[in-house]
């Protein structure tokens, strides 16, 4: 049978009855047949516990130390699910990122995972095991533990399942799949079977939360056919249904995928609105602005410059809403004189809608149509940004839940694909 690896979120390891109800879900897999990688979370609100305890020590952590503590919270996940599995009556052993090792770089809270070493892994499956591994974590070149980030346990398992070359990754969460927007929003958003890793990697960076986006980036690199499904469903449901549920990502080029010329609805109100105002229109301007920021590591989203008649431009770029007050700081001390504008202003009231969709490739007016559907519900259109499978815009935030519906309605996403 195959190499399966099964990843389980926090809401899935969330008290010692659920993480029964895994170990019985991966016991049923290896019962089967199949070779068992798994990778779960920390217990649901664990990580936020252990940076709350970090935060009153430190107002800001050192983050060597910071990811030392985080990395606890997978570990008591992975002993305790070798422990149900072995209650199970099946052989696991348990496995931190730097036991297996998962090397990564030295960027601590945000590490990349650099290479991975199956050896190890590989005797104890060959051993007949279960291999429960802590997701979320690595070891940098010194030999000091790193984290990859919040909803790093999706990329340590993909990552897993590529080095190993796993017929499958199984995301299990505690929603059943990828839906065309959110169901909170459109209650008649539909679950989708198939969707495409470009897809499922714009929504990823467009505000779905289903995924976290690094994890996507790895699936499509290394061709990992992933898929989401709930682990909040009877553990003992049969193996041959468990298999289909849920949403597969896959390669665009497959037979099966639905032919939509839009796949789903994403929005983000996690916006900022920068806009800098009457800046001599000359080469390098963006530069001397968009370099100060980078150096500041701030990350910039959607980017629009104007140009004036009177000689001068108007540069407007989004940020994350974290980082507004920071991005403020940084150009009204050191980037407005330096380039001369006029003005420096912002808004926080803001969101991204977005409509995602490897159909948009060989259709036109897809554009107008979202243009004309939103014009339509009288919200206006502040910026917009593009890709060959996504449009992009930002509005006021207080008319995202009336521009999803709306959209959703008008690509007719509540209907199943022909």
């Not at 929003?185 to 289903?210: C, D, I, Q, T």
Request: hydrophobic share 40%; aromatic share 4%.
């Amino acid at each position: 049978m195959s190499l399966i690896v099964h990843k389980y979120g926090g809401t899935s390891m969330g008290s010692t009855e659920r993480i029964k109800n895994v170990a019985r879900r991966v016991a049923k897999w290896h019962k089967a047949g199949h070779q068992m990688v798994v990778v779960p979370s920390a217990m649901s609100g664990e990580t936020n516990r252990l940076i709350g305890l970090a935060k009153e020590i430190q107002e800001n952590p050192d983050p060597r130390e910071l990811d030392m503590l985080c990395c606890t919270g997978e570990q008591a996940s992975v002993a305790l699910l070798a422990m149900a599995l072995k209650a199970q009556g099946i052989d696991a052993v348990s496995f931190s990122g730097w036991q297996v090792p998962i090397q990564t770089d030295s960027s601590y809270t945000k590490a990349r995972i650099e290479s991975i070493d199956d050896t190890r892994v590989r005797a104890e499956l060959n051993a007949g095991k279960v291999v429960v591994i802590t997701g979320f974590q690595g070891i940098d070149a010194l030999g000091n533990q790193t984290t990859l980030g919040r909803g790093g346990s999706d990329t340590s398992a993909v990552a897993i399942a590529a080095a190993m070359k796993a017929a499958e990754c199984l995301i299990y969460t505690d929603v059943d799949g990828i839906y065309t927007t959110d169901p909170r929003v459109v209650p008649e958003a539909r679950r989708m079977n198939v969707v495409s890793f470009e897809e499922m990697l714009e929504m990823a960076s467009l505000g779905s939360k289903v995924l976290q986006i690094r994890s996507v980036e790895f699936a499509g690199k290394y061709r990992v056919p992933t898929r989401t499904l709930s682990s909040l469903t009877d553990p003992d449901i049969d193996l041959e249904i468990e298999m289909k549920s849920g949403t597969l990502i896959t390669f665009e080029e497959d037979e099966h995928m639905e032919q939509a010329v839009v796949s789903g609805i994403a929005f983000n109100r996690d916006e900022a609105k920068i806009m800098i105002r009457g800046v001599p229109d000359k080469p390098g301007v963006a530069y001397q602005i968009l370099g100060e920021v980078a150096d500041a590591n701030i990350d910039v989203d959607m980017i629009v410059q104007n140009q004036g008649v009177d000689g001068t431009t108007d540069f407007t770029f989004t940020v994350h809403r974290n980082e507004y007050a920071k991005t403020m700081d940084l150009l009204k001390g050191k980037v407005q004189g330096k380039v001369a504008a006029k003005e420096v202003a912002g808004d926080t009231a803001v969101c991204k809608v977005s409509i995602v969709g490897i159909g948009m490739r060989s259709h036109v007016g897809i554009a107008s149509l979202m243009f004309k559907t939103l014009s339509e519900e009288g919200i206006n259109i502040q910026m917009i940004s593009t890709s060959e499978i996504k449009v992009s815009v930002l509005i006021d935030d207080k008319y995202m839940e009336l521009a999803v519906r709306a959209l959703h309605k008008a690509f007719g996403l509540d209907k199943a694909p022909a």
